[in-house]
């Protein structure tokens, strides 16, 4: 069983920058991920994708209300994928939990939760104005 641990999550003034880590060894050779997404879950809204990479050639995605203030990246040695968050906003306060999507997984949407099969226990973000 694929085991992702994130972190990196803490408190920021609206403007700051926050990374992070979505760890989960042997995610691409081991399990076979193809997808790695982050979604985000603010108190009484739905969880939302927020960004994804495809692990076999590290294609990215982003929702809008994040492109050019967010990156994902994955590092393959580390078994870990990133999310720089930069310029960050009130709106973006929400628990981030990363995801992945095994070999068995049909990933018509990346945003979608139902995409994936893997999920962390999530990181809190709280952005201050």
């Known amino acids: 069983q694929l085991q992702l641990v994130e972190s990196g999550g803490g408190s920021v003034q609206a403007g700051g920058s926050l990374r992070l880590s979505c760890a989960g060894s042997?995610?691409?050779?081991?399990?076979?991920?193809?997808?790695i997404g982050w979604f985000r879950q603010a108190p009484g809204k739905e969880r939302e994708g927020v960004t994804a990479?495809?692990?076999?050639?590290?294609?990215?995605y982003y929702a809008d209300s994040v492109k050019g203030r967010f990156t994902i990246s994955q590092d393959n040695a580390k078994n870990t994928v990133y999310l720089q968050m930069n310029s960050l906003k009130p709106e973006d306060t929400a628990m981030y939990y990363c995801?992945?999507?095994?070999?068995?997984?049909?990933?018509?949407?990346?945003?979608?939760?139902?995409?994936?099969?893997?999920w962390g226990q999530g990181t809190q973000v709280t952005v201050s104005s």
């Open positions: 995801a992945a999507a095994g070999p068995s997984q049909r990933v018509g949407n990346v945003f979608r939760p139902s995409s994936y099969n893997y």
């Open positions: 042997g995610y691409r050779y081991t399990y076979g991920v193809n997808y």
């Open positions: 990479i495809y692990t076999g050639d590290s294609t990215t």
